[in-house]
């Protein structure tokens, strides 16, 4: 039998070693390409020219789920600034998702599921192989390709459109 690993185990691993916290298991997040990166910019400046810096977060962030789970999102938005010193960020309004080939499963059929049962109010998965983006709520998931714009219901003038965030450099 495995040995579960927890909250308390998690906490002490170095800020320096990226991994998050699935189901107990301690699992490695390689580190992003320059085009999950390059998305990652897109986004943030997208955000912050709506909602002012202090409401905007890149990862590595900490959301705590629960003692067996500790998700690090790529983007998130929050309501209310959390205190400097905080290793857990609370629960975010919005969270964004890059998708790898490495996390894309684990991404979209485990965390984004599990985001919104905390009271997340959006899951954008971006999808840069597809140039698609999904928007996922607890009505279900909206996909958005080529020029449909997805916009956002939580984020007040939140609209990002596929062909222009993932044209070409």
Do not use: C
């Amino acid at each position: 039998m495995t040995a579960l690993f927890t909250r308390k185990h998690y906490e002490v691993v170095p800020e320096d070693i990226p991994v998050e916290l699935l189901d107990g298991q301690l699992v490695k997040r390689p580190s992003p390409r320059f085009g999950h990166q390059r998305i990652q910019s897109r986004i943030l400046h997208v955000l912050a020219g709506l909602l002012g810096p202090d409401r905007v977060a890149v990862g590595p962030v900490d959301v705590l789920v629960d003692e067996l789970n500790v998700f690090v999102p790529d983007i998130v938005v929050h309501e209310q600034v959390p205190d400097d010193d905080a290793q857990y960020i609370g629960v975010p309004s919005v969270v964004f998702e890059v998708l790898s080939p490495s996390t894309e499963v684990r991404d979209r059929d485990y965390k984004a599921r599990r985001y919104l049962g905390l009271g997340v109010k959006e899951v954008w998965l971006l999808d840069r192989a597809r140039r698609r983006i999904e928007l996922v709520d607890v009505d279900g998931t909206t996909p958005s390709v080529a020029d449909q714009a997805a916009t956002s219901r939580a984020v007040s003038g939140l609209e990002l459109v596929p062909d222009q965030l993932f044209a070409p450099l």
